[in-house]
Nanobody
Framework: QVQLVESGGGLVQPGGSLRLSCAASGSIFSIDAVGWYRQAPEKEREWVATSGGSTNYADSVKGRFTISRDNDKNTVYLQMNSLKPEDTAVYYC???????????????WGQGTQVTVSS
C-alpha cells in the first residue's frame, strides 16, 4: 500500500503565503515525478507544477509558486506566495512511484487539501 497525505491548506488573505506538504508512505522503492494539481468549484482539475527530470509550472502560478522535494522524507512541497482569490481550489499532490526494483511505476494521488484566498 502507498499513501499520499497532504497538509498545509487553509484560509489566507490575498497577497499571503501558504506552504503545502505531501508525504508519501508505504511500500516505496523509488519516486520519480511528483507534482500538484488543483480543482476550483465547478471547474476541471488543472495542472499546477511538476518536479521530475525538470521543474515546470503552469503560467498562472509561475513566479509565485515553488515546488520542492525532500527525497529522504518522501515529501513534496508547494510554496505559494502572492496568493490571489483565483488560486482558491482543492490542491492535490501526485507521485509516480515504483514499489519494487524492476517493477512498474504507478501514479498515486493525495486526498486533497483546501486552499481559500479571501479577505
Amino acid at each position: 500500500q502507498v499513501q499520499l497525505v497532504e497538509s498545509g491548506g487553509g484560509l489566507v488573505q490575498p497577497g499571503g503565503s501558504l506552504r503545502l506538504s505531501c508525504a508519501a508512505s508505504g511500500s516505496i522503492f523509488s519516486i520519480d515525478a511528483v507534482g500538484w494539481y488543483r480543482q476550483a468549484p465547478e471547474k476541471e482539475r488543472e495542472w499546477v507544477a511538476t518536479s521530475g527530470g525538470s521543474t515546470n509550472y503552469a503560467d498562472s502560478v509561475k513566479g509565485r509558486f515553488t515546488i520542492s522535494r525532500d527525497n529522504d522524507k518522501n515529501t513534496v512541497y508547494l510554496q505559494m506566495n502572492s496568493l490571489k482569490p483565483e488560486d482558491t481550489a482543492v490542491y492535490y499532490c501526485f507521485a509516480t512511484i515504483q514499489r519494487m526494483r524492476g517493477g512498474p511505476q504507478f501514479n498515486y494521488w493525495g486526498q486533497g487539501t483546501q486552499v481559500t484566498v479571501s479577505s
